[in-house]
């Protein structure tokens, strides 16, 4: 019999948005420790909004969220990050008046992860530890953002949307880097991508929300293979329909 995993994270009919709006509504998932899950739908569906919400920087309206079993939904950001949760947004949000490394020294905790482990993983930072964060390209940003959210070593990470407006070679690199962390680490991680084919291919589960509800939720392997889902909720073709086009370009 396979041995049950314990649940990393537990989001019970969660309702949240901002100010009296209301984007999610009645949201339920979870997450198994040492799991991957790819969060993916259109823009303005609300992958944002529950990544947010998770993190807590929204209005929550009601529904229940619980880390390793607590729940951290009366939190604050700041309780919630001491209590396990690792957040890399959008805008990175990095020191930009301080080095490579000042910026991962200055949020450390103790753990697994420290800035000597962060370097081995991007060498290009340690390459440009002295450099001010305002002195890195955009990839290299995102790369620091990633490092200073392992150094805070969490129980879950959560990336929204990591290689947006990134050049493909450095969307590979840092897709690459991310698939070692949850498949040799065993960092239980939430990715909002917009390469749904390329995290499908590195996460153990999926979740499409349209319109702030799941639409469907299960194995990343299954959606992959899913072409009808995959173009009406993300515009995208599956595994199988990108196969047959791969083979009659080169016939």
Known sequence: MAETLAEILA???????????VVLGDVSLSLAQGQSLALLGRNGMGKTTLINTIVGVTRRFGGVIRLGGRDI???????RAHAGIGWVP??????????????????ARKGPWDVKRVYAMFPRLAERRANMGNQLSGGEQQMLAVGRALVLNPSLMLLDE???????????ELLVALARIVREEGL????????????????DQAVILANGAVVFAGASEVLRGDAALLERHLGVAGASDQAAAGQAAAG
């Open 11 to 21: 989001v019970e009919h969660l309702s949240a948005g901002y100010g009296n709006a």
């Open 90 to 107: 959008q805008e990175r949000n990095i020191f930009r008046s301080l080095t490579v490394e000042e910026n991962m020294t200055s949020v």
């Open 188 to 203: 239980s991680m939430i990715i909002v991508e917009q390469h749904a084919q390329k995290v499908l291919e590195m996460t």
């Open 162 to 172: 990591p290689t947006e407006g990134l050049a493909p070679i450095i969307v590979q």
């Open 73 to 79: 939904s009366a939190l604050r950001p700041e309780q």
